[in-house]
């Protein structure tokens, strides 16, 4: 699947599928300023954020306190337009990360969902637990109910193919719930997965439930990605989402 004629095919897609690939967002444009900006802030491995190894850094949490500019693809037509159509018109950034795979960082995912959201501190809420914090953000596993309405977009700034680590997903794995780590590699092993190949400029969209995984990969060069998550709903109770940064 690559494109799609409609925005309503497109959310069709996304809520059967529980993902959906785009191969036209950002600009050639926007694409070479983004990797120039992230580029030049993972230089520095001073930053709290930067998560880096003997070869440099290899991402960048909390990318839109780093890379400020970050803010400007929140707002970006086409971005809006994509998340709008998936969680309605009042949604709003929730979590920024980078992430680039690099001959000196080059990782494979086994099979997993995305259980975590970043909130500005902690307090004890019925269904909210595992609470760790990551480049000094407080973070924590809500209820499966809370994930289900998260929207993750993923922007990428290379081409991403089969051989440079492109996302693997199960279609249709968000409709099961929190899985366990050995009923996720039960679940992988009867096949069915998609490989996510996108152009850069392009997009991938997924529910964090969604069974996924990548591979190491088979070729030099980067495979850069802006993660971004969003939402369009507040938190229950005492708890207040770390980032929020309106799409409009």
Known sequence: ?????????????????????????????????FVELT?????????????ANSAGVYALRNLTEVVPET?????????????ETILGPNAFLIRSTLFDKTDG??????????????VEQRHDV??????????????VQPPVEVMARILTMRLHLDDCRAENGALKVLP???????????????????????????PAGGAVLM???????????????HRRVIHFEFAAFELP???NWRFRIPCA
């Open 237 to 239: 109770s005492s708890l």
């Open 207 to 221: 529910c964090p439930l969604l069974l996924h995984s990548s591979s190491p990969m088979e070729r030099s060069g």
């Open 71 to 83: 803010t400007e693809l929140v707002r970006n037509p086409a971005v809006q337009e994509i998340v």
């Open 1 to 33: 699947m690559s494109t799609f004629e409609s925005t309503l095919s497109l959310a069709d897609h996304y809520h059967e599928h529980g993902f959906a690939v785009l191969e036209k967002c950002l600009s050639t444009e926007t694409v070479a300023r």
């Open 126 to 139: 019925e269904g909210f637990h595992a609470w760790t914090r990551k480049a000094g953000v407080q973070c």
């Open 39 to 51: 580029d030049s802030a993972r230089k520095s491995r001073d930053s709290e954020s930067a998560v």
């Open 172 to 198: 249709g794995s968000h409709l099961l719930q929190r899985l366990s780590s050995d009923r996720a590699e039960q679940c992988a092993a009867s096949g069915g997965e998609t490989i996510c190949e996108v």
């Open 105 to 118: 960082a080059n990782w494979g995912v086994f099979w997993h969902q995305d259980l975590s959201i970043a």
